[in-house]
Structure formats: C-alpha cells, structure tokens
C-alpha cells in the first residue's frame, strides 16, 4: 500500500531555533499534502494543504511565515517551524492525498513529537 | 464540508463486534464518508469509506443509512489492538476550488476490554 515516511518521529529543540519535518511519499507521487497538528487530548487540526510546485493554502489563523512548508517535489514536502516557542510544542502530521481508481485515498505519517524547551 | 457527530466514548468486549456510529444530517449528495483511526501517538490509519452503498473489507464494515444521515462502522470481532480512537469524516469532492481535504472532529474513543 501508499507509505508515506515522516521524520524525525520526535524532536527537542530550544526556544528560538527551527525546526524542519520531512515527509515522503516511498511508491507513489503525491500532488497534494496536507499538514495537521495535535495538541494532548485534542483532535487534528488541518494547517495548511500544499500542491506540488506552488505555494502552500493556509488554514485561518495559522501564520505562513512561521510555518514554512516546501512541496517542490512529487514525493518530498516539508515543514519548517521557525522560531519555535514552547506553545509550538504538539504533534505534527503530514497526510498525501493519492488517486484510487475514480476516488482518492488518504495515506498519514506516523507524526512527528515536537517539544520546544 | 459536512459535519459529524460521534458518541465521546464507548466500550466493547474482546471477541464481540464493536459498532460506532456517526451522524451527518447534513452531508450532500457528492461527500464521501470515511473512517480512519488513530492510535496513541501515531498518525491515523485509514479504514474504510463510502458514498451510498455498504462497504466491507478485511477490517471493518460500512453501514449507511439509505438518507445517508448517519452511518455505522463495525469491526466484527475487537480485539485489544483495536482500541483507538476512531473518526467519522465527511470528506467533500476534490474538483474546482474545493481541495477535498480531511477535517477531524473529536471522533470516539472506544476501548475494547479483555
């Protein structure tokens, strides 16, 4: 089946510092990715969703300029986290999207743990 | 995109068929229904989804109503690894502006117990 391969799974960083999480899609190309967020206890929420060789579309109330997200290639996308604070601090996701016959499949990776001392 | 409505929590017994439901009064005529899960700590894992018809594959089954209001997954026999929590979107149509993308709601946490 569609993998798609996140990392690093966790990262500590300090306060100040960016943060790049990668994810890519191991057998099959993914025109469009999606980036999630997670905080404890709470459902996922949808950042931004990024097509291959444009600019990533924002979700309201996520800032583009802190967090950068690059699909420049059809299996490759990446989120930086720039200046990252202690309220950065959650559990990322990236997700691609994948034609299935006439539907479309959602495939994730296994997240990344972030925490910002 | 359609919302849903999930139960916050459930149990069920090892061995015995587990059936989540899941309300969407006001899904429209093009919105897919899919269920993921997602384990503690990891990202979700797809189990199935459907527009109108019955679904079944070697997870799980797919039961929607014939108003397409509301639906049931069912995971014939729990097992202790299926404890989870589990999502019911409503997943829009990827054409024209839209992006057909995944929103989550809070979904249901089920624990199968031994």
């Known amino acids: 089946g569609a993998v798609v391969s996140q990392h690093p799974s966790w990262v500590i960083c300090k306060s100040g510092t960016s943060v790049k999480i990668e994810c890519r899609s191991l057998?099959?190309?993914?025109?469009?990715m999606f980036w999630y967020r997670q905080f404890p206890k709470q459902s996922l929420m949808l950042m931004a969703t990024s097509n291959e060789g444009s600019k990533a579309t924002y979700e309201q109330g996520v800032e583009k300029d802190k967090f950068l997200i690059n699909h420049a290639s059809l299996t490759l996308s990446t989120l930086t986290v720039t200046s990252a604070h202690p309220e950065d601090s959650s559990f990322y996701i990236c997700?691609?999207?994948?034609?299935?016959?006439?539907?479309?499949?959602?495939?994730f990776g296994s997240g990344t743990r972030l925490t910002v001392v | 995109d359609a919302k849903t409505t999930q139960p916050t929590s459930m149990d069920c017994a090892e061995g015995r068929a587990a059936n989540l439901p899941c309300n969407h009064s006001?899904?429209?005529?093009?919105?897919?229904v899919y269920w993921y899960r997602q384990i503690h700590s990891q990202g979700p894992q797809y189990i199935i989804h459907?527009?109108?018809n019955n679904e079944t594959n070697e997870m799980a089954s797919l039961i929607i109503t014939e108003d397409r209001k509301s639906s049931t997954l069912i995971l014939p026999h729990a097992t202790l690894r299926d404890t989870a929590v589990y999502y019911c979107i409503v997943r829009g149509p990827y054409y024209g502006g839209s992006q057909g993308n995944l929103i989550f709601g809070k979904g249901t946490k089920l624990s199968v117990k031994p």
């Open positions: 459907g527009l109108k």
């Open positions: 006001t899904i429209s005529g093009n919105e897919y």
């Open positions: 057998d099959f190309q993914a025109t469009t």
């Open positions: 997700s691609a999207r994948l034609k299935q016959g006439r539907d479309y499949g959602y495939t």
